[in-house]
């Protein structure tokens, strides 16, 4: 199986599986949106996509953890989707997007794909909690995580996180599935209305997540480009460097192909 992960934006990365090409929350915004946001909030957009959408070529399928957050799809996201031969995202973005080409899930729901490409290769959504309490997440709304998996794949699944803190859906996954690559979104989101409360990992639960699930590759996302992130992508890397991860840690350079050897 040949494997390239490259980081566009956020949360947005194109991975490619033996030329099966999905993408990750459509970002493509320029540097300098604002954005409202629920709460009284406004999000302000601070990286531009190391990849414009006129050099992204064909995308098979788009996995879209969320549609309601504009830091996981945003305007020329948004846009992009009209484009996308297949998504797959939450039941509720399903309903809002109101494409044809969503195949809206639910926590643990699998979707078979079917590609010569990647034989067996097949989509389970995975529970997320998208704030530090049950009050953040009730408010936050409905986000998926992903489990990539194909036939004859060895070692463990390909897991990404969507926008999650460490709650005991993290560990349900660990009890379901080996995980051999863990693509966690950081950047401990947050704002001055909710205090010290987060809204995704920090990256001390990104460590937690991935001694608990004993990766090969621990691969950070969503780790700057809005003013909102409030753990310093540098300082989150060293700490993970720390924690006695290095060899597990592959910190992608934007716009760059990484091979994942599995």
Known sequence: MHITI???????????????????????????????????????KLGAPAIGVASIGHVDLVLL???????NLDNAGREFLQTAP???????????????TVTGI???????IATEKVPGLRITGTPCQHGSDEELHRIAGHVLGFIIE???????????????????????IARRFTVNTAILHIGRAGFPQIGDRYLTFTAAEAIRTARLFKVKRLIPTHREGWEHFREDPASARQQI????????LVWLDPGIPFLLTY
Not at 19 to 43: E, H
Not at 241 to 248: C, P, T
Request: charged share 30%; hydrophobic share 30%.
């Open 6 to 44: 490259t980081q566009i934006d956020t949360a947005c990365m194109l991975i490619d599986l033996n030329g099966f090409r999905i993408l990750t929350d459509p970002t493509f915004d320029a540097a300098g949106g604002t954005y409202q946001s629920g709460g009284g909030r406004t999000l302000h």
């Open 65 to 71: 953890s969320h549609d309601q957050h504009k830091d």
């Open 86 to 100: 297949h998504i797959i995202s939450t039941r509720e973005a399903k309903d809002r997007l109101g494409l044809e």
């Open 106 to 112: 639910d926590d643990w729901e699998k979707v078979p």
């Open 150 to 172: 194909w036939e004859g794949q060895e070692n463990g699944v390909l897991y990404i996180s969507g926008d999650t803190v460490y709650f005991p859906g993290i560990e349900e």
């Open 241 to 248: 460097r720390d924690a006695g991860l290095e060899e597990q």
